[in-house]
């Protein structure tokens, strides 16, 4: 059975970085393209990037675009989403999802979650 668990999270300050990990286990990541969420308090979860089962092809939001990098490692079967210039409106829960009938990355039909890492910017 696949399972995400995502790990990175934690307090920065505004204008810090981060890099959040995805790890998978039950299946080889290669088969999946990975997608990264974010749910602040309050607010509806949010698609943040998105990389394509190589990693030829990667998508990011417009509000991380320029700050973030997402990548992975299908070796480690591991996915990644580097991010820096955080602002304290990045706060929020990240969440890595991936998908597995598709050439693309998308932000639907989603096959499995994980549980998300908390993500505080704050001085």
């Known amino acids: 059975q696949l399972h995400l668990v995502e790990s990175g999270g934690g307090l920065v300050q505004p204008g810090g970085s981060l890099r959040l990990s995805c790890a998978v286990s039950g299946a080889s990541l290669a088969d999946y393209s990975v997608s990264w969420f974010r749910q602040a308090p309050g607010k509806e979860r949010e698609g943040v990037s998105c990389?394509?089962?190589?990693?030829?092809?990667?998508h990011y939001a417009d509000f991380i675009k320029g700050r973030s990098t997402i990548s992975r490692d299908n070796g480690n079967n591991t996915a990644y989403l580097q991010m820096s210039r955080l602002k304290p409106e990045d706060t929020a829960v990240y969440f890595c999802?991936?998908?597995?009938?598709?050439?693309?990355?998308?932000?639907?039909?989603?096959?499995?979650w994980g549980k998300g890492t908390l993500v505080i910017v704050s001085s």
């Open positions: 999802a991936v998908r597995g009938d598709t050439h693309g990355c998308y932000y639907s039909n989603l096959d499995s």
């Open positions: 990389i394509t089962k190589r990693g030829g092809s990667t």
